[in-house]
């Protein structure tokens, strides 16, 4: 049975566009467990447009299931993930202008300095997870810089019209993944329509979602909305 991380950034997301105090990621990452989250994901971007360092230090306090922080490959970064010591540190890379993660790491591009900070969350008792994009190459290269898991990018599929040939690509580099040894987890652009089909992907033991289950949270209310998707993803 695949597992459920909730990413509950947007809800920092509507705290930041006032300036407010609530709504507080912290509450939903509660209601977000008592609807049956595995895990509760955050992104701590650099530019802080949404989750923030006082969230992060909150949530390793107060999740009781797993923290998985998504971050950028900086030094600042790293810093803060060995003093807060999520369960998880998943690597994404970052722009500042795009409107969420565009595409998986390159991390063929960032081999230096990934494999530097791979063995340093190790060694600090965090796993560690590469974003990647459905590509054989980069799930190889990810094993060979001793990377625990991969997440596998399912944005391509999420927006193409047709997205039986994505889903293929999802599901060779899954297998691929396994097959070397790694956690394999997926995310990202999955919604209630689309996820079904990719939860069908045996090898594929996780999956993070957020836009989707803060939007639906409006109407069902979060708890519901995170049933629901678990439902789906199991
Ligand atoms: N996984 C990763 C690595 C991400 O960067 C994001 C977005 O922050 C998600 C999952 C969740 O994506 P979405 O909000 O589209 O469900």
Not at 93 to 98: A, D, G, L, Q, T
Not at 115 to 122: D, H, N, P, T, V
Not at 129 to 152: H, M, T, Y
Not at 171 to 179: C, H, I, P, S, V
Request: zero cysteines; charged letters at 30%; aromatic letters at 4%.
């Amino acid at each position: 049975m695949a597992r459920l991380g909730v990413n509950i950034d947007h809800v920092a997301t509507l705290r930041q566009a006032r300036g407010t105090k609530y709504p507080d990621p912290a509450a939903a990452a509660v209601a977000a467990e008592k609807g049956g989250a595995d895990q509760i994901t955050v992104h701590l971007r650099e530019d802080r447009r949404h989750i923030q360092d006082h969230d992060v230090r909150t949530l390793r306090h107060t999740v009781q299931t797993e923290l998985n922080l998504e971050m950028a490959v900086t030094d600042e970064m790293i810093k803060i993930a060995l003093d807060v010591r999520p369960n998880t540190v998943t690597f994404v890379p970052e722009k500042r202008k795009e409107l969420t993660t565009e595409g998986g790491l390159d991390v063929r591009a960032v081999r230096k300095k990934l494999k530097k900070q791979i063995e340093e969350l190790k060694k600090g008792g965090i796993r560690v997870s590469l974003f990647i994009d459905p590509d054989l190459s980069q799930v190889e290269e990810s094993r060979e810089l001793g990377a625990d898991a991969i997440e596998i990018h399912t944005g391509q599929y999420a927006d193409a019209k047709n997205g039986s040939l994505e889903l293929e690509r999802i599901r060779t580099a899954a297998l691929k993944g396994k097959e070397i040894g790694l956690y394999v987890a997926a995310g990202h652009g999955l919604h209630y329509q689309n996820t079904k089909s990719v939860a069908a992907i045996r090898e594929i033991e996780e999956f993070n979602i957020g836009h989707a289950i803060v939007a639906r949270a409006i109407f069902v209310g979060f708890e519901q909305a995170v049933r629901e998707m678990r439902e789906l993803v199991r």
